[in-house]
């Protein structure tokens, strides 16, 4: 039987909290933090998951290495629906999806040594003896880029960037086939962050391992992304691949956050979208579109019918080109022109 091109299929995901107050704790309210997303990922590439704090992505990531149980939805990893198997099925699954968390300091334990982190998962998962370890944590050190002597040392003795390395170390240790990234390098300096990029995608191109890459900031993950979801509030609004997420962006959100991207020349004219008013709370979503408080171009439609993701009925030339808006044929006619990206 053939393997499906697909190693990873989201389908109507939601997760849901429950908010709880008062003298007997009894709920008072819900978070709708993921409320319907839906996407598939093929082997070998990479889906940039975008948008806002607070808009769902890094809840999406850890349900799908079920650090969190969904509320609804269905998870299918390599063919297997995730919520149908537990033990032993769940253990091997955890050794092929890991997980690079977005501080390294706070990921990692301050009383063990490096080689002790990085040993770990080799010891829970019973693969090899203590000299054979060793020497697989020498390697996995000179895969990221660090000296075999951060074996013996502790992380607060490594910088923010070091310290991240371990982190990917750490989730490559056991060759996973999907590698979540939760925003890795919005905790690292500017100049830090590209190299923390380029190891990433080395890694990929050495290992072959597929990608989700969760970040808010656009022009990161256009370096990384074969694909690009827009979140916002909960729900994925436009879906498409990366070279068109930034030549013909459809959604109004999406044109606003890439109408924020800095670009390193002062002289460049450039036409910024600034949205109104704040985000939503997730305990309170807007009916309608959830955008439509915000959104410059809302109609009477918008406040009361929530639009969904279909194919965009445009001229673009797109393989897959994915929208959730009333207006979205209409606004790509009178298409502003967008600023010329770094």
């Known amino acids: 039987m053939q393997k499906s091109p697909f190693i990873l299929e989201v389908k109507d995901l939601k997760k849901h909290f429950p908010i709880r107050g008062g003298l007997f704790f009894r709920r008072k309210g819900t978070v709708f933090a993921v409320d319907g997303v839906s996407f598939s990922l093929r082997r070998g590439e990479t889906l940039g998951l975008v948008g806002e704090s607070g808009c769902g992505k890094t809840t999406v990531g850890r349900c799908i290495t079920w650090l969190y149980k969904p509320t609804s939805g269905t998870i299918t990893y390599d063919g297997i629906d995730m919520a149908a198997i537990h033990g032993a099925g769940l253990r091997k699954i955890r050794k092929e999806v890991q997980m690079v968390f977005q501080d390294p300091f706070e990921s990692l334990n301050p009383r063990h040594t490096v080689g002790h982190i990085l040993e770990e998962p080799f010891i829970i998962h019973r693969i090899g003896n203590a000299q054979q370890r060793r020497r697989a944590v020498s390697r996995l050190l000179d895969r990221v880029g660090l000296p075999g002597s951060a074996m013996d040392r502790f992380p607060h003795e490594f910088s923010g960037g070091q310290r991240q390395r371990i982190g990917i170390a750490r989730a490559i240790a056991l060759s996973p086939k999907l590698l979540i990234c939760d925003e890795p390098v919005s905790a690292l300096d500017v100049s830090i962050q590209s190299q923390i990029l380029n190891l990433l995608l ?17 022009a990161v993950v256009r370096h990384v992304s ?53 985000l939503p709370s997730p305990s309170d979503p807007p009916q309608g579109c959830r955008f439509h408080t915000r959104c410059p171009f809302k109609v009477k439609m918008c406040e009361k019918t929530a639009p969904s993701l279909q194919p965009a009925d445009t001229a673009s030339s797109a393989p897959v080109h994915q929208v959730a808006c009333h207006r979205a044929a209409e606004l790509a006619q009178r298409q502003d022109k967008q600023p010329n990206l770094p």
């Open 226 to 278: 074969d694909w690009i979801a827009v979140m916002y509030l909960g729900q994925i609004v436009e879906y498409t691949d990366a070279d068109t997420i930034y030549k013909a962006p459809l959604h109004p959100y999406t044109k606003a956050l890439i109408s924020a991207i800095p670009i390193p020349d002062p002289t460049a004219a450039t036409h910024r979208q600034v949205l109104s008013g704040d």
């Open 202 to 218: 080395d890694l990929q191109r050495e290992s072959g391992f597929t990608c989700l890459f969760i970040a808010h900031d656009l």
